[in-house]
């Protein structure tokens, strides 16, 4: 047996003349007319002979030949196809090679459309970002399970209940975009994992709101023409949220009316439903004066780059003692409307920017309330600026 095995010598496989050498065992050198040539491993496994490339003469020597032909050689005995064998764990090292970092940025690339503004803001990522990646974005996505993400999680699944709860969900989401990619993932270790967590004992808490009869006095600080006091201005006058009015543009604007995209609308996915904004005089003086700051289209752009954000308008107030924050406007004058006017509940819900009633409601409703509302953001507008009114009914429009 030992005479009908390792027939080549090294040097006698690289000067062989072109056709068939047998090394013995089912190893042969196949040389070619150029002086090239290809390691072939010939088996017969379930009645069929079959031959399993190497790997050429210039990149494999004869001891990896031979190394190789005896790894393969123990799965024939053990009545397993060895090219079988081998694509199987080809397929398995590919799997492992998608780390759930790469498989969470393709997932966000692919979910973009469906976000606002594509999901230029970057907050559906951050969750991710800054609470999975940085304990399980290095390691292969089929090999994570619920201990894995318990581990990452319990940190904060009490202290940040709302955060956590995000990115367990775009964790989730992740795990199925792996498994549409045909990996081999626990789709429902998210799942396992927020039975190991447990309930949480963090209770949601509301956004912290200035009282309505304080909102003229910080109004009235707000006095420098700077970008962060006009931001703020035109949040209180408007009652949008912070997002969409941070990223304000020229070309949404026709006369005194600002136009918002639907796509940046909470819960408007629908293009029909982008929403109208009267701009009364006060806040359109604080357009104008706006448009000396505009950068690429961006009425309110960031001293560096981008647009103002959310934490510099928060931090101002911050500076000023306070412990409200920017979007708690919103309650501001919802709180105002219910208080001092007798607006009807469908105008007022309309004019922050809310879906009122059903979907055949709305098919039938042909107005946005336009008119009524500017006369309400009118109203608002004298009474943060420091002008008494008297309460206001507006009739609803038919």
Known sequence: MARSLNKLSAAGAKSAGPGKHSDGGGLWLI??????????????????????GL????????????????????FTRSNVDPIKERERQRREAAKKLHILKEIAEDA???????????????????????????????????????????????????????????????????????AALGLDVDIQATDKARALLGKQRHKAENIPAMPWVEVPAFYSSLSEGTITHLALRLLILTG??????????????????????????????????????PLVPEAMDIVNEARRH????????SIRQGVISDMTMAKHMERAGMNYRPHGFRSSLRDWIAETTETPHDIA????????????????????????RRKLLEKWARYVSGQAGQVIKLVREE
Not at 55 to 74: F, H, N, P
């Open 55 to 74: 790997g050429s003469l210039s990149e494999v020597s004869l001891k990896e030949a031979r190394d190789s032909a005896d790894k393969w050689r123990t």
């Open 108 to 178: 966000f690339e692919s979910r973009k459309a469906e976000l606002k503004g594509d999901g230029k803001a970057g907050r559906w990522f951050t969750p991710l970002e800054l609470h999975i990646l940085p304990k399980l974005g290095k390691i292969p996505v089929a090999e994570i399970d619920q201990t894995d993400i318990r581990d990452a999680l319990a940190p904060i699944w009490h202290s940040k209940a709302d955060t956590a709860k995000k990115a367990l969900n775009r964790l989730s989401i992740c795990l199925r975009h792996a």
């Open 240 to 277: 949008v949220r912070s997002g969409p009015l941070r990223f304000i543009r020229e070309d949404q604007i026709e006369g005194d009316i600002w136009t918002i995209p639907a796509e940046s609308m909470k819960g408007r996915k629908d293009a029909t439903l982008a929403f109208r904004v």
């Open 31 to 52: 040389k070619r007319e150029d002086g090239g040539g290809q390691w072939v491993l010939r088996v017969t496994i379930h009645g069929r002979r079959r031959e399993m």
């Open 349 to 372: 819900e309309t004019t922050l920017g809310h879906i009122v009633g059903g979907s055949v409601e709305r098919a039938y409703r042909r107005t946005d309330f336009l008119d009524q």
């Open 294 to 301: 505009a950068r690429d289209g961006y009425l309110l752009p």
